[in-house]
């Protein structure tokens, strides 16, 4: 079976920096791809960033362009999110998600899920 277990939340102050980790077992996603998405109390949840497996194309939300920085290590099979420069309205719970093929892109629909960490930054 296919696991995303999530790692790195926590507070951090504005202008701080977090790095996110997310380890995949059970399978590879060399045809697709994973993605960091995000969900603030009472709002939907929304694509953060997202990286193609192979290719390594990215795509980012562009509130976060220029802060943070998707990656991934092979040898792992784990995607990291790189976040720098950190305000108030990134709090969020931050969902690990993988898609074995992307029909879409930004991509809408995912796979498999984590079960989300969260990411406090206070003011």
């Known amino acids: 079976q296919v696991q995303l277990v999530e790692s790195g939340g926590g507070l951090v102050q504005a202008g701080g920096s977090l790095r996110l980790s997310c380890a995949a077992s059970?399978?590879?996603?060399?045809?697709?791809?994973m993605g960091w998405f995000r969900q603030a109390p009472g709002k939907e949840r929304d694509v953060v960033a997202v990286?193609?497996?192979?290719?390594?194309?990215?795509y980012y939300v562009d509130s976060v362009k220029g802060r943070f920085t998707i990656s991934r290590d092979n040898a792992k099979n784990t995607v990291y999110l790189q976040m720098n420069s950190l305000k108030p309205e990134d709090t969020a719970v931050y969902y690990c998600?993988?898609?074995?093929?992307?029909?879409?892109?930004?991509?809408?629909?995912?796979?498999?899920w984590g079960k989300g960490t969260l990411v406090t930054v206070s003011s």
């Open positions: 990286i193609l497996w192979n290719a390594g194309t990215t």
């Open positions: 059970g399978r590879a996603f060399g045809g697709g791809g």
């Open positions: 998600a993988a898609a074995s093929w992307f029909y879409t892109w930004p991509p809408r629909d995912m796979d498999y």
